[in-house]
């Protein structure tokens, strides 16, 4: 029979440093339109993150030096376009990293309770390009695959977090707006920091300037409604056959009791089945506490489920002990009966 030993390291794993670029310099971004994609995680897939960034330029063509942050993922997913043209970029891991790419030490919680944020992440590689941004409009963007972080402290399902950082935006030029559409996987909860207007499992935003530092995100799979009715009714299901058990045992042992006819004192005959139903009893018990502990995990969504912690290992031990417990219990229960039924009875 498994045991489920979670691990009781970090709470918190994996998430990378997504953000603004750096070296957007005398070029005017009129509106960026920033869409981030959360369904994969759903399938234990990345985030899909594009950012478009309208650009004007007023003057003659320039040449930027852009950095992106990506932490250290595999950079094959990283894409850039100027208009339609494909723009190269490759890793620069000695890049100096800028303060403004610090991500937020905490998300919100979907219970009100902040969660830290990348406190065991790895360190951020950049992406590195050089762009010729040719007079009047123009449009930047970027494509790339994201990690999300996971926190172990969800229940019953774990969290997810994802942070975009903002703050790089504060040094360009000028900044028109930003319109953020965030998708989420059908009927998972959100936390959001700041606020976007939902509709079904769309989050959208529009902002006039700046909303903060950061969009920081923290999101769970969905309970259903299967699981409480399960995780209760298999907790009562327990506590039934266990006090049934008692009440069985005593009325199997008077009934087995009247029915000695062997002259051997009934303590001599009633103890192989008063075994027997102990055994009985207690497999059963085992069962009904296995079916308790790890039946309401089959109602969530796979890849879903939280394990932090030793809690089911234990109550699995308190199982497997309550079932040896009423092995002796029901022996004692059907052996007493038996006897009592027959309070004459002698040996010949």
Same mark, same amino acid.
């Given at each position: 029979?498994?045991?489920?030993?979670?691990n009781?390291?970090p709470p918190?794993?994996g998430?990378?440093v997504t953000?603004?670029?750096?070296?957007?310099?005398d070029?005017?971004?009129?509106?960026?339109?920033?869409?981030i994609?959360?369904?994969?995680?759903?399938?234990?897939?990345?985030?899909q993150?594009?950012?478009?960034?309208?650009?004007?330029?007023?003057g003659?063509e320039?040449?930027?030096?852009?950095?992106?942050?990506?932490?250290?993922?595999g950079t094959?997913?990283?894409?850039v376009?100027?208009?339609?043209q494909?723009?190269t970029?490759?890793?620069?891991?000695?890049a100096p990293l800028?303060?403004?790419?610090?991500?937020p030490?905490?998300?919100?919680?979907?219970d009100?309770q902040?969660?830290?944020?990348?406190?065991?992440?790895?360190?951020?590689?950049p992406?590195a390009?050089s762009?010729t941004i040719?007079p009047?409009?123009?449009?930047?963007?970027?494509r790339?695959?994201?990690?999300?972080?996971?926190?172990?402290l969800?229940?019953?399902?774990?969290?997810?977090?994802?942070?975009y950082?903002?703050?790089?935006a504060?040094?360009?030029s000028a900044?028109?707006?930003?319109?953020?559409?965030?998708?989420?996987?059908?009927?998972?909860q959100?936390?959001?920091?700041?606020?976007?207007?939902?509709?079904?499992d769309?989050l959208?935003?529009?902002?006039?300037?700046?909303?903060?530092?950061a969009?920081?995100?923290t999101?769970?799979a969905?309970?259903?409604?299967?699981y409480?009715?399960?995780?209760y009714?298999?907790?009562? *299901?327990?506590?039934?056959? @266990?006090?049934? /058990?008692? =009440? +069985?045992? $005593?009325?199997?042992?008077?009934?087995?009791?009247k029915q &000695?006819?062997s002259?051997?004192?009934?303590? *001599?005959?009633a103890?192989? @089945?008063?075994? /027997?139903? =102990? +055994?009985? $009893?207690?497999?059963?018990l085992?069962?009904?506490?296995? &079916?308790?502990?790890?039946?309401?995990?089959?109602?969530?969504?796979?890849?879903?489920i939280s394990?932090? =912690?030793?809690?089911?290992?234990?109550?699995?031990?308190?199982?497997?002990?309550l079932?040896?417990?009423?092995?002796?219990?029901g022996?004692?229960?059907v052996?007493?009966?038996?006897?009592r039924?027959?309070?004459?009875?002698?040996?010949?």
């Open positions: 029979m498994p045991i489920a030993w979670a009781l390291g918190s794993y998430g990378q953000a603004e670029p750096i070296g957007i310099e070029i005017e971004i009129t509106r960026e339109t920033l869409t994609d959360l369904r994969p995680i759903a399938q234990k897939d990345l985030a993150v594009e950012a478009v960034y309208h650009l004007q330029n007023e003659d320039k040449q930027l030096d852009l950095l992106f942050a990506l932490g250290t993922l094959e997913n990283f894409q376009w100027l208009n339609d494909v723009i970029s490759q890793p620069a891991p000695n800028p303060q403004n790419w610090d991500a030490e905490y998300t919100p919680g979907i009100n902040p969660l830290d944020y990348l406190r065991h992440s790895t360190q951020v590689t992406m390009l762009v040719p009047r409009k123009q449009n930047l963007k970027v790339y695959a994201a990690q999300t972080a996971t926190h172990l969800g229940k019953p399902t774990i969290y997810h977090q994802f942070a950082v903002l703050a790089p504060k040094a360009w900044f028109g707006g930003l319109d953020v559409t965030i998708y989420l996987p059908p009927k998972w959100v936390a959001t920091t700041p606020e976007f207007t939902r509709k079904r769309v959208t935003g529009q902002f006039t300037e700046l909303p903060g530092d969009i920081a995100l999101i769970q969905p309970v259903g409604w299967a409480y009715p399960v995780k009714g298999s907790q009562v *299901l327990l506590g039934l056959v @266990w006090l049934g /058990g008692l =009440g +069985l045992g $005593w009325r199997l042992g008077h009934t087995k009791g &000695l006819t002259p051997k004192p009934a303590r *001599l005959q103890w192989p @089945w008063s075994l /027997g139903f =102990g +055994l009985v $009893w207690g497999m059963t085992l069962g009904t506490g296995w &079916l308790a502990i790890y039946s309401p995990n089959w109602m969530l969504p796979a890849g879903q394990r932090y =912690g030793y809690g089911q290992g234990f109550a699995l031990l308190g199982v497997m002990g079932s040896l417990l009423s092995v002796v219990l022996f004692i229960v052996w007493v009966a038996a006897n039924s027959q309070p004459f009875k002698k040996a010949s």
